[in-house]
């Protein structure tokens, strides 16, 4: 069991690492190579697994210190700290918040030795419409098999604990509502369950050394002692699932937020040291006013982060609040996304070049307003919350509504 830090200490602890990380960012990036060295690091420091209760040998720390810890992480490589987000909030807090002592025990083993869980909610037809998953569960007997595809997996192919979003099917086929099933695999050690592949990698644009892959299930057996029960029973299990989920949105939402803190400390350095005109860049009002703008943009996105992450929804377990994750997370990537835009510019040609980590991380942040809920689909949320109202995204969805259906 790793001992708990003071919030304060827990920065401190993570800025140390990320002074070791920077100088290996590129490697990860230009091998798309999964950083394992930083893994061992994290894992030693206790930052992986930092947020589950002591009781299963992680630290209880808050979702606040989670995002202090990723903010830091992410200044210097945003591949450690998406992996930072993952061993702590997401699939891993589901398992923490829901599931039985049994499972709680083998989860956070696994993370607190250093794997990043991949969560698997995402299909190839069944993407922001998440709730119309067809990766089916069925129960037979004691056990569940599941047929189905999942893709744009983070880390499928190196996660060894995956948190599989499934639609249960009774014996008879029903549709009973959606579970989340506990699948371990070990790909480096060369251990995969019958009927669980990894079928193939994206080439991405950024965050180039993890590994986002397409799973396939092919009557694959799940035992049902791995499967976690949402507490409102199946029926209501996608809004409990969900509800977990919402910490993983503000992790998410950090790592934008850290990449354009870095990217901010760069474009400050670089005001001061470069000079045109016979004088420094610094001197010049209209990139004084840039820089005013990135800072203010970077600190708004701390703000609503760190209100986000001490906030708890009406949901079970004590997660934060879905409009106030969405907000933050909405914001802190689209801001991060133009932050990071505007360093690149201060640094002229420099900055499009790979001399600098501008042209990494602009790649890098792209993401963010896409993987774990879109930027458009989180103002949905938040509109509705705002709103007070129900807001279906099918054709038919407000008639049904003014139906009673
Ligand atoms: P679509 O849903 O097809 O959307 C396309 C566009 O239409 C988007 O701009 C979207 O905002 C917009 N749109 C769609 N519906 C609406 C609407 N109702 N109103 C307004 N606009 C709308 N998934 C996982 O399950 N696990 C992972 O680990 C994971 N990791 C990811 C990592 C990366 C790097 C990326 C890029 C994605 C990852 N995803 C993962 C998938 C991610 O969650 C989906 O990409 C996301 O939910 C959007 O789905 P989609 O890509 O199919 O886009
Ligand atoms: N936190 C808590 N509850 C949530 C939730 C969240 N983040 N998202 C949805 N729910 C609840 C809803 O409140 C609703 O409960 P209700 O029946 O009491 O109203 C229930 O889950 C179903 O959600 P609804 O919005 O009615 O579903 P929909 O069929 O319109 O689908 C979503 C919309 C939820 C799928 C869509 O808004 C979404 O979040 N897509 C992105 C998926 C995603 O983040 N993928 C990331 C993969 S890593």
């Not at 089916?136 to 979003?165: C, E, M, P, Q």
């Not at 694959?220 to 209501?236: N, T």
């Not at 689909?377 to 049904?400: E, S």
Request: charged residues 20%; proline residues 4%.
């Amino acid at each position: 069991m790793f001992e708990g830090q003071s919030t304060a200490g827990y920065r401190e602890t993570a800025r140390a690492l990320a002074r070791e990380f920077a100088p290996r960012a590129k490697q990860w990036d230009q091998q798309r190579e999964y950083c394992w060295q930083n893994v061992r690091e994290l894992t030693a420091a206790g930052l992986m697994g930092m947020t589950i209760p002591t009781r299963f040998g992680g630290a209880g720390a808050s979702w606040l210190d989670a995002v202090v810890v990723i903010e830091e992480i992410a200044r210097a490589c945003t591949l450690s700290a998406r992996i930072v987000v993952e061993a702590n909030m997401g699939g891993i807090s589901a398992v923490m918040a829901y599931g039985t002592d049994e499972q709680r025990a083998f989860a956070a083993e696994l993370v607190l030795k250093g794997d990043k869980p991949a969560i698997c909610i995402t299909e190839p037809d069944a993407g922001s419409a998440a709730t119309e998953m067809m990766t089916t569960a069925r129960r037979d007997g004691s056990r569940y098999i599941l047929n189905g595809i999942k893709h744009w997996i983070t880390g499928g192919g190196v996660s060894r604990l995956h948190f599989i979003f499934a639609r249960v099917l009774d014996q008879d086929g029903r549709d009973e509502g959606i579970g989340g099933f506990l699948v371990h695999a070990d790909p480096a050690a060369g251990i995969t369950p019958p009927g669980f592949t990894v079928v193939g990698r994206e080439r991405t644009m950024g965050l180039c050394g993890m590994p986002e892959a397409e799973l396939r299930f092919e009557n694959l057996v799940v035992e049902a002692d791995m499967v976690v029960l949402p507490p409102s029973g199946f029926r209501r299990g996608f809004a409990d699932l969900m509800n977990a989920y919402n910490s993983q949105r503000v992790g998410a939402g950090a790592v934008a937020m850290g990449i354009a803190a870095g990217a901010l400390d760069h474009a400050t350095r670089y005001l001061k040291e470069r000079r045109q005109f016979g004088r420094p860049l610094a001197e010049f009002q209209g990139l004084q006013w840039m820089l005013a703008d990135m800072d203010t943009a970077v600190h708004a996105s701390r703000l609503l982060l760190y209100d986000a992450a001490g906030s708890r929804s009406s949901g079970p377990g004590n997660f934060p609040d879905i409009m106030m994750a969405a907000r933050a997370k909405a914001y802190a990537s689209e801001a991060a996304i133009k932050v990071v835009s505007d360093a690149l510019q201060i640094f002229g040609a420099r900055g499009y070049g790979d001399k600098e980590p501008l042209e990494r991380m602009y790649r890098d942040v792209r993401m963010f307003t896409i993987g774990g809920g879109t930027a458009q689909i989180l103002k949905t949320q938040v509109a509705g919350a705002l709103l007070g109202i129900k807001t279906p995204q099918t054709r038919d969805g407000y008639a049904r509504l003014a139906d009673g259906n």
